[in-house]
């Protein structure tokens, strides 16, 4: 639009110049007097000046022109370097989250594994206790089947088989003092009798009713009377240390 203008402008001023120069030119001979200039003539200069102002404007408003649009460029090319810069701080952003989340599912799966290890260890624990826990009443067993008569099988086997080994070493010190594993001691003053000193000697009952002649009837009447009142053999054997029986 404004190039058409120009153009137009450029015209005008032509046929204004060409008007100024065709009344300019002289029309008299030589040594006469120059004519006189017009009004026309006047007019015609009024718009050549006008034209060149014009001109002078477009000219302005065309540099202006350029001058914006290199800055719209520069705005341009500014707006997309810093829509780049956000989508990078944005995915960066999304990785970083990323990586936390892989880590945080690391750790707690590391936890479960930890977990499950203990649990496995535990649980192996309690079937090694539950064997052993087997072995000792297997050996009960066989020590009670092959029980009779007088000796009743061996009595200290059988305490050494439901014990640890502390605590039938706190027994064995304990009724070795009291009757010296004798299934038939009897203490004549008190009446107490057996293995472990029961008094009277027929509460033993409560175990079998071969308590007279059958040791490892006694020793597990004794084993039951002192968990019942000293929690261990041990117990029984400190009391009895301190007080002379128990």
Same mark, same amino acid.
């Given at each position: 639009?404004?190039?058409?203008?120009?153009?137009?402008?450029?015209?005008?001023?032509?046929?204004?110049?060409?008007? $100024?120069?065709?009344?300019?030119?002289?029309?008299?001979?030589?040594?006469?007097?120059?004519?006189?200039? $017009?009004?026309?003539?006047?007019?015609?200069?009024?718009? %050549?000046?006008?034209?060149?102002?014009?001109? #002078?404007?477009? #000219?302005?408003?065309?540099?202006?022109?350029?001058?914006?649009?290199?800055?719209?460029?520069?705005?341009?090319?500014?707006?997309?370097?810093?829509?780049?810069?956000?989508?990078?701080?944005?995915?960066?952003?999304?990785?970083?989250?990323?990586?936390?989340?892989?880590?945080?599912?690391?750790?707690?799966?590391?936890?479960?594994?930890?977990? #499950?290890?203990?649990?496995?260890?535990?649980?192996?624990?309690?079937?090694?206790?539950? =064997?052993?826990?087997?072995?000792?009443?297997? %050996?009960?067993?066989?020590?009670?089947?092959?029980?009779?008569?007088?000796?009743?099988?061996?009595?200290?086997?059988? %305490?050494?088989?439901?014990?640890?080994?502390?605590?039938? +070493?706190?027994?064995?010190?304990?009724?070795?003092?009291?009757?010296?594993?004798?299934?038939?001691?009897?203490?004549?003053?008190?009446?107490?009798?057996?293995?472990? =000193?029961?008094?009277?000697?027929?509460?033993?009952?409560?175990?079998?009713?071969?308590?007279?002649? /059958?040791?490892?009837?006694?020793?597990?009447?004794?084993?039951?009377?002192?968990?019942?009142?000293?929690? $261990?053999?041990?117990?029984?054997? +400190?009391?009895?240390?301190? /007080?002379?029986?128990?």
């Amino acid at each position: 639009m404004r190039s058409r203008l120009r153009a137009g402008l450029l015209g005008a001023a032509s046929i204004g110049l060409a008007a $100024t120069a065709v009344t300019a030119a002289p029309t008299t001979t030589a040594g006469a007097q120059p004519a006189p200039i $017009t009004s026309t003539d006047l007019a015609a200069r009024d718009a %050549a000046a006008r034209v060149s102002r014009s001109l #002078e404007r477009t #000219e302005i408003v065309d540099h202006r022109d350029v001058v914006d649009k290199k800055a719209i460029r520069k705005g341009r090319v500014s707006a997309q370097r810093a829509a780049h810069h956000r989508a990078a701080v944005r995915a960066a952003k999304i990785l970083a989250a990323k990586k936390r989340a892989a880590a945080r599912r690391a750790a707690e799966r590391a936890r479960q594994l930890r977990l #499950e290890h203990l649990a496995a260890e535990r649980a192996a624990e309690r079937r090694a206790a539950e =064997q052993r826990a087997q072995q000792r009443r297997a %050996a009960s067993t066989r020590v009670h089947s092959t029980s009779s008569g007088v000796t009743g099988g061996s009595p200290r086997a059988y %305490a050494r088989s439901v014990l640890d080994a502390s605590q039938f +070493a706190c027994l064995d010190s304990l009724w070795n003092r009291e009757s010296g594993w004798s299934v038939h001691a009897s203490n004549p003053s008190s009446g107490a009798y057996g293995i472990p =000193q029961a008094l009277p000697g027929s509460k033993m009952a409560s175990a079998g009713s071969d308590w007279r002649t /059958n040791g490892v009837t006694q020793v597990k009447w004794g084993l039951s009377y002192i968990r019942s009142v000293y929690g $261990t053999p041990c117990g029984a054997w +400190a009391h009895s240390q301190s /007080n002379g029986w128990y």
